[in-house]
């Protein structure tokens, strides 16, 4: 039996399923095998749709995290991007994924260039049930989740803010200290 979570991207209901598990465990990984796993799934769609995927990774530490839930965030960031893009009709549109360690984090940035969250809004993104998207099917969970998840369940943080183009998303979780 098979689940459709985005358009043309399917994952089988035990994919679904091990990412609800309660006896799951957390891995050490690098955020570049979780970057891998996220995009396998949905790069096939930005392709077809004419996004321009670009991807810079250094991925020297590991970080300690489940890493089916934190592929789900990295697959809700870049699924918002991708819609805002489309629903905007930007010329050359783009996401961008980068990654960079210091002697404490590993961070994880998604951007766009689709000119950004608006100023009255951008405070209230991760809040449940805010949705830009309520006449599109919107729940405004997608973002309130993410925020849980690398919050509480990886000890972590989520940070939006507006850069030169678009939304930066970025991911910062502690590394293991080796």
Same mark, same amino acid.
């Given at each position: 039996?098979?689940?459709? /979570?985005?358009?043309?991207?399917?994952?089988? /209901?035990?994919?679904?399923?091990?990412?609800? $598990?309660?006896?799951k465990e957390?891995?050490?990984?690098?955020?570049?095998?979780?970057?891998?796993?996220?995009?396998? /799934?949905?790069?096939?769609?930005?392709?077809? =749709?004419?996004? $321009?995927?670009?991807?810079?990774?250094?991925c020297k530490?590991?970080?300690?995290?489940? @890493?089916?839930?934190?592929?789900?965030?990295?697959?809700?960031?870049?699924?918002?991007?991708? &819609?805002?893009?489309?629903?905007?009709? /930007?010329?050359? @549109?783009?996401?961008?994924?980068?990654?960079?360690?210091?002697?404490?984090?590993?961070?994880?940035?998604?951007?766009?260039?689709?000119?950004?969250?608006?100023?009255?809004?951008?405070? =209230?993104?991760?809040?449940?049930?805010?949705? %830009?998207?309520?006449?599109?099917?919107? %729940?405004?969970?997608?973002?309130?989740?993410?925020?849980?998840?690398?919050? &509480?369940?990886?000890?972590?943080?989520?940070?939006? %803010?507006?850069?030169?183009?678009?939304?930066i998303f970025?991911?910062?979780?502690?590394?293991?200290?080796?």
């Amino acid at each position: 039996m098979k689940l459709v /979570i985005f358009s043309g991207d399917i994952i089988t /209901i035990d994919d679904f399923r091990n990412f609800y $598990k309660q006896d799951k465990e957390k891995t050490e990984i690098l955020y570049c095998d979780i970057i891998k796993g996220a995009i396998d /799934i949905i790069e096939t769609t930005l392709q077809n =749709k004419n996004i $321009k995927l670009e991807i810079a990774t250094n991925c020297k530490k590991k970080i300690y995290t489940y @890493p089916n839930e934190l592929r789900q965030v990295i697959l809700n960031i870049i699924k918002n991007a991708e &819609d805002v893009l489309l629903e905007r009709k /930007i010329e050359n @549109p783009a996401i961008y994924i980068k990654t960079y360690n210091d002697d404490t984090y590993s961070y994880l940035e998604i951007s766009d260039n689709a000119g950004g969250i608006p100023k009255n809004i951008i405070d =209230k993104i991760f809040d449940p049930y805010f949705s %830009t998207k309520m006449k599109k099917d919107g %729940t405004g969970l997608g973002l309130y989740m993410s925020q849980i998840i690398v919050r &509480d369940h990886s000890n972590g943080d989520i940070i939006v %803010t507006n850069g030169e183009d678009g939304a930066i998303f970025t991911l910062k979780i502690p590394t293991i200290k080796e």
